[in-house]
């Protein structure tokens, strides 16, 4: 790193930068350290009360080095407008992690999952503050100012770009960044004539397939994924005219990314179909591997298809804009990616842990489409989770159910000798730092969960789940009943 003496003439090269922490002390704390290290004095500012006001971005620049709190930007056009003119560093404090407990409310020194939204879709950089590692303040405020100094500017702002192939040629593109929506064009062949927008109600991205384009809303949330909605929309489509050279592209989050490549799959047999992924569930899971379907009363996906997509695109930008449950249901799945090799992703800025999330799935999709060996492990935490999803009739949000669900595996896989106490708490810690619940809630029959796994799509003789153990995450026949009840009280 440039030494402390030369490092003066750093603060005119990178613009503004705004720390951002938990509280407005550690926030300062750090901010006067940075600053002084980055050439910008020897203190930092505190967040100018300007709103909305036409003078943000000139008293950011001003200030050189701003500290603030998530309250700081909550609205979703500041936020916008400071990630474009400053590099926005979050001070993580994993002592706000640990302190998180399965209250609905939140009790002081916890992180509010409104807050989390606004910290993870701010930050360009994050950086944890934690005694338990060692790295003591003054080691995170070098680490900063060195990123800082490499990468001066947004470092995630830029559309990452990756690709699936499989054995036999077929290959799905994965874009994720800002403005990944705006590169539909790019995969929308020259035959086709017409594309079919498949939407819900509320989602504000907008796309331009180049084409003859026409939009077909389906119904509001978990409702749509039902075969006569899939009847109706393939009825639409004969009446415009659509035919196989023709594509659909399915705008939203996990529901229409299921709900359209079905109607894809089905429709002539099969067309080509693009999603838009607006969503982080959608992002890092539910667009990405090419299985579709929809419920049946008797059970989550009990209907589907695998429909390899043209392409995926993530697009960043509509994350700032989701309801706070939706986004915190997207870290369900986050956590999950944690324990098939994603490592700490949390600590991470949004668009790279987006895009080692879904090359994680690329990996094991690739190596095996249909499900019928590895790629079972994506399904972990995700046992209970359907269980829940059925009986509650998805008055949990499938992220939420699947935070309870890992949870759960990890405590069954203790009492099946797989796993450790240490490795238990590990699960507890990393659920509960993405601001999800580790309880199943009030209200839900125990036996009617268990008798729910016998349905699940892995189990093909008895039940089965994919557990945590000594090889990793893997399949797991489980005959144990009263063992799978049992394990319930341990997240109820």
């Not at 002081?108 to 993870?120: C, F, I, N």
Request: proline share 3%.
């Amino acid at each position: 790193m440039t030494s402390e003496n030369a490092v003066g003439e750093l603060g005119q090269s990178v613009g503004p930068v705004v720390i951002l922490a938990d509280d407005a002390h550690l926030a300062r704390s750090v901010g006067d350290e940075v600053a002084r290290l980055v050439g910008y004095g020897d203190a930092s500012t505190a967040w100018p009360n300007c709103g909305q006001s036409t003078g943000l971005e000139e008293s950011l620049s001003s200030a050189g080095v701003v500290t603030a709190t998530a309250a700081d930007l909550a609205s979703v056009d500041v936020r916008r407008r400071v990630r474009d003119c400053a590099h926005v560093v979050w001070v993580r404090s994993s002592s706000v992690d640990d302190s998180i407990d399965d209250s609905v409310d939140c009790q002081a020194g916890q992180r509010r999952p409104e807050d989390l939204a606004v910290l993870s879709t701010s930050a360009d950089l994050i950086e944890e503050v934690s005694d338990a590692t060692g790295r003591s303040l003054s080691e995170a405020v070098r680490r900063i100012a060195g990123a800082i100094e490499q990468a001066p500017g947004r470092k995630d702002s830029v559309v990452e770009q990756q690709a699936m192939v499989f054995g036999d040629g077929r290959q799905t593109d994965i874009l994720v960044g800002r403005g990944a929506a705006g590169r539909l064009r790019d995969f929308v062949d020259e035959r086709c004539g017409r594309v079919a927008i498949v939407t819900q109600a509320g989602i504000d991205v907008a796309v331009d397939s180049g084409v003859k384009q026409e939009v077909f809303e389906v119904p509001p949330g978990e409702s749509a994924k039902r075969m006569d909605v899939v009847a109706d929309l393939a009825s639409k489509f004969a009446r415009w005219g659509m035919t196989r050279a023709d594509m659909v592209v399915a705008v939203g989050g996990g529901v229409v990314t299921d709900l359209g490549g079905f109607v894809a799959a089905s429709y002539h047999r099969g067309i080509p179909v693009i999603h838009v992924a607006t969503t982080l569930l959608g992002q890092i899971d539910a667009a990405i591997g090419g299985k579709c379907g929809v419920n049946l009363p008797e059970g989550k996906n009990l209907v589907g298809a695998f429909w390899q997509p043209r392409a995926v695109l993530c697009e960043i930008d509509s994350l700032d804009t989701l309801p706070t449950r939706e986004f915190t249901s997207g870290m369900g799945e986050l956590a999950k990616y944690h324990f098939l090799g994603g490592g700490h992703l949390d600590r991470v800025p949004l668009t790279p842990r987006v895009a080692r999330s879904a090359a994680i799935k690329a990996d094991v999709v690739t190596g095996d489409e249909r499900e019928g060996g590895r790629r079972a492990i994506l399904n972990y935490g995700h046992t209970l989770a359907h269980a829940l999803e059925t009986v509650g009739e998805y008055d949990l949000r499938h992220g939420e159910a699947v935070g309870i669900g890992l949870v759960y595996a990890a405590e069954l896989a203790r009492r099946l000798g797989r796993i450790d106490d240490e490795r238990v708490a590990e699960h507890r810690r990393v659920v509960r730092g993405y601001g999800l619940s580790t309880q199943i809630p009030d209200g839900y029959d125990l036996d009617q969960l268990v008798q729910l796994f016998s349905r699940d799509k892995k189990a093909v003789a008895g039940i089965t789940f994919v557990l945590d153990g000594p090889n990793g995450v893997e399949t797991v026949p489980v005959a144990d009943t009263a063992l799978l009840r049992e394990t319930l009280d341990a997240v109820t």
